[in-house]
């Protein structure tokens, strides 16, 4: 551990009114490579790029939905965006060039700008199926995003700790978040796990028209994965019909670089994201986690020289 640690959408006319440093000339290109449309990662990214075209003299934004973490760090390491989001675990798995996770080779280009919120396994069930745990989902219909995505490398640790496997379900689809809950609205499918912030709008959406259970993963199952999966709880209430507290894994999100970025740009991607704290809570609830305080926590790869140097301008490194 180095610290304590497809449609794109223009942003550079979205600017608002933002409280930000004062401008500084960057890289003049800014892509934002997030994830898709209904999951968290992308009202964030819009949020990032119109903070980004807003305070960075002379920059161009672009918000680009991609199939997330994998993805977004493999087109870091190609240079065909200069920030986006990733699972903590895929960014390791990057890193040391996982072969099986989706990465032929190690991403050494890799720098990190921040650990941001953590993601929660969220396996949401229909309620007919009677899935509360991981054994009721043996024989079930179960959607795991798309091949091995962030979400879906999260599926494979879950299921091997829990010592299942893909051949215990009755049939696996890999399917993005919103059309997971429509298949599931349309008794086309009973359950899906997902991988990200509380409160997401994809689960929202389906537990205010359709009676859904949460499948408990308990902590001696997190606890068997490792590192960087912790137990959590998904607390009640946080969807229509969950009146309890439901045990889960939450594994962190970081905001990743690589070290083609200039340390200008660098440096005002970091800044300008934490002037801004309330631009981004406002894009999406699970932002109310991100801290300058937390932002070196668990980071697998090296810190990009720029955003080492806001750290160190606010005495976070010494």
């Known amino acids: 551990m180095f610290h304590r640690i497809a449609a794109a959408?223009?942003?550079?006319?979205?600017?608002?009114?933002?409280?930000?440093?004062?401008?500084?000339?960057?890289?003049?290109?800014?892509?934002?490579?997030?994830?898709?449309?209904?999951?968290?990662?992308?009202p964030l990214g819009v949020a990032l790029s119109e903070i980004y075209a807003a305070g960075i003299d002379g920059s161009r934004t672009q918000v680009q939905a991609?199939?997330?973490?994998?993805?977004?760090?493999?087109?870091?390491?190609?240079?065909?965006g200069?920030?986006?989001?990733?699972?903590?675990?895929?960014?390791?798995?990057?890193w040391e060039g996982n072969e099986e996770?989706?990465?032929?080779?190690?991403?050494?280009?890799?720098?990190?700008?921040?650990a941001i919120y953590p993601n929660y396994i969220q396996i949401v069930a229909d309620a007919d199926s009677g899935a509360v745990t991981l054994d009721d989902l043996r024989g079930k219909t179960l959607s795991v995003g798309a091949p091995a995505s962030g979400t879906e490398l999260n599926a494979r640790a879950i299921f091997a700790a829990a010592g299942m496997s893909y051949d215990d379900l009755g049939r696996v689809e890999y399917l993005p978040y919103a059309e997971s809950a429509e298949l599931i609205k349309n008794r086309q499918l009973q359950a899906t796990l997902q991988s990200s912030g509380l409160g997401v709008a994809f689960i929202q959406d389906l537990s205010a028209t359709h009676d859904i259970t949460?499948?408990?993963?308990?902590?001696?199952?997190?606890?068997?994965?490792g590192e960087p999966f912790v137990p959590a709880t998904i607390p009640a209430g946080t969807y229509a019909g969950i009146d309890q507290d439901i045990p889960t894994a939450a594994v962190g999100n970081m905001l990743i670089t690589h070290e083609g970025v200039s340390e200008e740009t660098a440096y005002q991607m970091t800044k300008l994201m934490f002037d801004n704290l309330d631009r981004m809570r406002s894009a999406h609830g699970a932002a109310a986690a991100i801290t300058p305080?937390?932002?070196?926590?668990?980071?697998?790869?090296?810190?990009?020289?720029?955003?080492?140097?806001?750290?160190?301008?606010i005495g976070l490194i010494q």
Request: proline letters at 7%; hydrophobic letters at 45%; aromatic letters at 6%.
């Open 9 to 42: 959408v223009p942003a550079a006319a979205l600017t608002g009114i933002l409280a930000t440093a004062p401008q500084a000339q960057a890289q003049d290109f800014i892509n934002v490579l997030t994830g898709g449309t209904s999951g968290v990662y992308y």
């Open 66 to 80: 991609t199939k997330a973490s994998v993805e977004n760090l493999n087109l870091l390491a190609q240079g065909r």
């Open 82 to 94: 200069e920030i986006a989001f990733a699972l903590g675990d895929s960014v390791k798995m990057a």
């Open 101 to 114: 996770a989706g990465f032929p080779r190690p991403l050494s280009e890799l720098r990190a700008i921040a």
């Open 214 to 225: 949460i499948v408990e993963i308990p902590e001696e199952v997190v606890t068997a994965i």
């Open 293 to 313: 305080e937390t932002a070196l926590d668990g980071l697998p790869i090296p810190l990009h020289p720029g955003a080492e140097r806001y750290y160190r301008e």
